[in-house]
């Protein structure tokens, strides 16, 4: 079965770091470009980080300089490294794949607050 | 940065009617990478359309994407009772990857 899942969401200070993880399935991993996408409750979809099948990394303005995404082909799995986090960043967190098929996990709360 | 602006916001109609939602760019979206999703309340988006105009599997065919460039449209022949929900344009052509603001299809 082709699935994306993530986890690591939580609760977090402001300031704190989170690291997400999604581990992917049923489809070649390393061939796909790999996406992070959030939505706050209530609002849109916000892409945040993009890694190429090569490696090249993409950010939003809003996450650059803060936020670090990185995978492991022989793991399957993408990351998002989280740090300095602020209370605007509290959202669902989606992975999703974007490739000869589009492919998106269920997502992941993360809450910053104090 | 490709902004896309989805028209009309919210969409009243009632079931069996054609509902028409539209998907603008200002500026040209290459090789038509442009994706429209369905969204419910609680769930993740589901991909309905991909390339502009492919459906993915597993989606009805009263659901249809067309258009090129910078405009594109998403179909829904007949509305059927789980089609009311929240539809997103994405483009997938170049970085940032962005979405439109977003349909609302609501019953009237």
């Known amino acids: 079965e082709v699935q994306l899942v993530e986890s690591g969401g939580g609760l977090v200070q402001p300031g704190g770091s989170l690291r997400l993880s999604c581990a992917a399935s049923?489809?070649?991993?390393?061939?796909?470009?790999m996406h992070w996408v959030r939505q706050a409750t209530g609002k849109g979809l916000e892409w945040v980080s993009a890694?190429?099948?090569?490696?090249?990394?993409y950010y939003s303005d809003s996450v650059k300089g803060r936020f670090t995404i990185s995978r492991e082909n022989a793991k399957n799995s993408l990351y998002l490294q989280m740090n300095s986090l602020r209370a605007g960043d509290t959202a669902v967190y989606f992975c999703?794949?974007?490739?000869?098929?589009?492919?998106w996990g269920q997502g992941t709360m993360v809450t910053v607050s104090s | 940065e490709i902004v896309l602006t989805q028209s009309p916001g919210t969409l009243s109609l009632s079931p069996g009617e054609r509902a028409t939602l539209s998907c603008w760019a200002t500026q040209s979206v290459n090789n038509n990478y442009l994706a429209w999703y369905q969204q419910k309340p609680g769930q993740a988006p589901r991909v309905l359309i991909y390339a502009a105009s492919i459906r993915a599997t597993g989606v009805p065919d009263r659901f249809s994407g067309s258009g090129s460039g910078t405009d594109f449209t998403l179909t829904i022949s007949r509305l059927e009772p789980e089609d009311f929900a929240v539809y997103y344009c994405q483009q997938y052509d170049r970085s940032p990857w962005t979405f439109g603001q977003g349909t609302k299809v609501e019953i009237k």
């Open positions: 999703a794949a974007l490739g000869p098929i589009i492919i």
């Open positions: 049923g489809f070649t991993f390393s061939t796909y470009d």
């Open positions: 890694i190429g099948a090569a490696g090249d990394t």
